[in-house]
């Protein structure tokens, strides 16, 4: 397992107003592991990762999320499949286990879609943590700035023939902060067709 030291940890504000700045900028002083990249104006999930893996140095790059849905050392784990892989052309990403009986339909449904919309396999798309290449993360073209980030990462994942790992994470009670999609049925509605609009754009390549 690689030593701490030797691990970049990046605090990404993504225009927060709930005095995250502070507290992220707390835990970085006299600590040159720790790094806080602000965003001043949210304007997606999606756009905040990139805005981080852009400012990261390191050869293998990794994001995952902060309510701590997830445990952080999660990311240790990814980190050590790809120490074990002799082949660096890997796409690693957590599998959750523990969630509602209704998010798992949920998202057996999306999957099932995903493949058949295009041919690939697909499961448990927006699990955490995701981790790769920086040399792979220098091939995305136009990423979107949404919630379509996981899809699309999955997707040039498979469209590079990348090795897939996966590996079980818990997904437990969000710790901190308030789900900006998955609060209700309608607000899954409007993720649900995001997604499809994203769907149809990356099936259009596939063509």
């Not at 784990?77 to 002799?86: C, D, H, R, V, Y």
């Not at 660096?88 to 509602?100: E, N, S, T």
């Not at 091939?139 to 919630?147: G, I, R």
Request: aromatic share 14%; charged share 20%; net charge positive.
């Amino acid at each position: 397992m690689a030593e701490l030291s030797n691990i970049e940890i990046l605090f990404v504000d993504n225009g927060s107003t709930d005095g995250s700045a502070k507290i992220m900028k707390a835990c970085s002083v006299g600590n040159s592991s720790f790094k806080v990249v602000s965003v001043p104006t949210n304007i997606g999930y999606g756009n905040g990762i990139l805005t981080g893996l852009r400012a990261a140095n390191g050869e293998v790059l990794s994001w995952t999320h902060a309510d701590l849905q997830t445990e952080p050392q999660d990311v240790l784990i990814g980190l050590g499949i790809f120490e074990k892989s002799s082949n660096k052309k890997i796409f690693v990403k957590g599998r959750r286990y523990g969630r509602p009986f209704m998010d798992v339909i949920f998202t057996l449904g999306m999957s099932v879609f995903e493949t058949a919309l295009l041919r690939k396999p697909f499961w448990d798309i927006n699990a955490q943590p995701t981790m790769f290449t920086k040399k792979f993360f220098e091939t995305w073209e136009s990423p979107p700035s949404d919630f379509s980030l996981d899809l699309y990462a999955y997707f040039s994942a498979r469209s590079s023939e990348l090795q897939i790992h996966r590996f079980p994470v818990k997904f437990g009670i969000r710790a901190y902060g308030v789900s900006h999609w998955n609060v209700n049925w309608r607000a899954k509605w409007r993720f649900i067709k995001r997604t499809i609009e994203f769907s149809t754009q990356l099936r259009k390549k596939i063509n």
